[in-house]
């Protein structure tokens, strides 16, 4: 045999391209097609069912006892969780204190508050003035009447900004412990006082981690605000509660209650969405993309050229 003929014959083929083969996953797709047959058996359960009246939805949707009681429910909101904040921040720096009466101070108020259900805190602030008549704030020409001072709303409001004074605390000292110690050292060295330490370097730090629990305790007072209706302020539940009690329609209103708390907590899930990129700026880790980048992506991924499989005939040519 000649020597090319043999050296031919002895060389190796070559071997054929590796098909890549996506794995199966049945499971998935059985238990999507479950879901999607629940969920399309109840929405067309609740789309046709006539006692959920969808016209006397549509009619209250925007009706002004509605309207009134929305923005009445966003101000006792926004006031509270203002209370809160502030309040926490004291707290947590006290908590934090040196001093051990200061620190006990702190301690004792949260376990207060934290220990007794906001209701219980709702109705003691509304009927305060069966303890204290007057309220004269320590001066004697600093007195008023408790009835005329602590309304309705302002009962409210205390007990629900007191109340979240003592879970922000908390929050906020999860927030300051999580920097580094090395960062308050580095500013001492450099001449800050305490105060300015906390307010120049750990505060702006700790924010990475106080965010994202504050805006879920934003949610959480937007709905824990509903508490107050049993102290006749007027917010969206109770405003709700007056109409069907006038017209019998309870289900209708509720879902009108429900639809609007349903859209104003989506709104602040999307602002504390975008508050934590904001804040997690300059972090080693990649910040999470926005809607529109997860839309861009996926338009720019299906626009895509498919990828070009070689046949096997030419594959064959080539041998």
């Known amino acids: ?16 391209e590796i098909r890549a083969v996506p794995v ?4 998935r797709w059985v238990a999507a097609a479950i879901i999607v047959v629940i969920a399309v058996a109840l929405a067309r359960s609740v789309a046709t069912n006539p006692r959920f009246q969808w016209g006397v939805v549509g009619d209250y949707l925007f009706a002004a006892p509605v309207e009134d009681g929305v923005l009445k429910t966003l101000e006792l909101t926004f006031l509270a969780m203002v209370i809160g904040i502030v309040l926490g921040i004291l707290l947590a ?6 001093n051990p009466l200061v620190s006990w101070a702190s ?7 934290r220990g007794t259900p906001v209701l219980v805190q709702i109705l003691f602030w509304y009927n305060v003035a069966a303890v204290y008549p007057k309220i004269t704030l320590g001066l004697p020409f600093l007195h008023a009447n408790a009835n005329d001072l602590i309304t309705p709303f302002m009962a409210g409001l205390l007990a629900l900004g007191l109340n979240e004074g003592a879970y922000m605390s908390e929050i906020v000292r999860a927030g300051i412990i999580s920097v580094d110690e090395g ?9 800050m006082s305490r105060l300015q330490t906390m307010r120049r370097v750990v505060l702006p730090q700790a924010m990475r981690v106080i965010v994202p629990p504050t805006g879920n305790e934003t949610i959480s007072m937007l709905k824990t605000s509903s508490l107050v209706s049993v102290i006749t302020v007027p917010e969206l539940l109770f405003s709700v509660q007056q109409v069907y ?10 879902i009108v209650a429900s639809i609007w708390y349903l859209a104003m907590t989506s709104v602040l899930s999307v602002g504390q969405y975008y508050l934590e990129r904001r804040f997690g700026r300059g972090s080693s880790r990649n910040l999470p993309e926005t809607p529109l980048q997860k839309l861009r992506r996926v338009v720019l991924t299906t626009r895509r050229q498919p990828a070009v499989v070689e046949a096997p005939e030419a594959s064959e040519e080539r041998r």
């Open 107 to 113: 301690w004792l108020y949260i376990w207060l508050f």
């Open 245 to 254: 009690s006038r017209t019998y329609q309870t289900i209708p209103l509720l």
């Open 24 to 27: 199966r996953h049945p499971g």
């Open 93 to 98: 720096l006290m908590r934090l204190s040196a």
């Open 183 to 191: 960062q308050s050292e580095a500013a001492q060295a450099l001449g």
């Open 1 to 16: 045999m000649p020597p090319a003929e043999t050296a031919a014959a002895s060389a190796p083929e070559n071997p054929e």
